[in-house]
Nanobody, 125 residues
């Protein structure tokens, strides 16, 4: 019943930008943080960015610092990932995830309770 839906993926030239969104729907639940992960073919799923509002904190992978920005619109139950200066290395399926635990447990995959199905981002050179 709980559903996270990513959107905004697509094909973009290197140096371009994309904005991803992750909207929560279905059964209501309380979340305290949202994260973005990505997985490229043949690679492990990796953390990209996370935002937490209780307590307030955010975190970015070194590979995207200065280029990606995570934000949240609480009224819309939506989290965004603004991706600028995209590189071919950013090509992956991007997933959003929700953390429903009040206590901060870190940014690892095991922290998140709900996951979206992913949206493809392809960056051409």
């Amino acid at each position: 019943q709980v559903q996270l839906v990513e959107s905004g993926g697509g094909l973009v030239q290197a140096g371009g930008s994309l904005s991803l969104s992750c909207a929560a729907s279905g059964r209501t639940f309380t979340s305290y943080a949202m994260g973005w992960f990505r997985q490229a073919p043949g690679k492990e799923r990796e953390f990209v960015a996370g935002i937490r509002w209780s307590p307030v904190m955010w975190y970015y992978a070194d590979s995207v610092k200065g280029r990606f920005t995570i934000s949240r619109d609480s009224a819309k139950n939506t989290v965004y990932l603004q991706m600028n200066s995209l590189k071919p290395e950013d090509t992956a399926v991007y997933y959003c995830a929700a953390d429903t635990t009040r206590e901060f447990r870190g940014w690892g995959q095991a922290v998140y309770d709900y996951w979206g199905q992913g949206t493809q981002v392809t960056v051409s050179s």
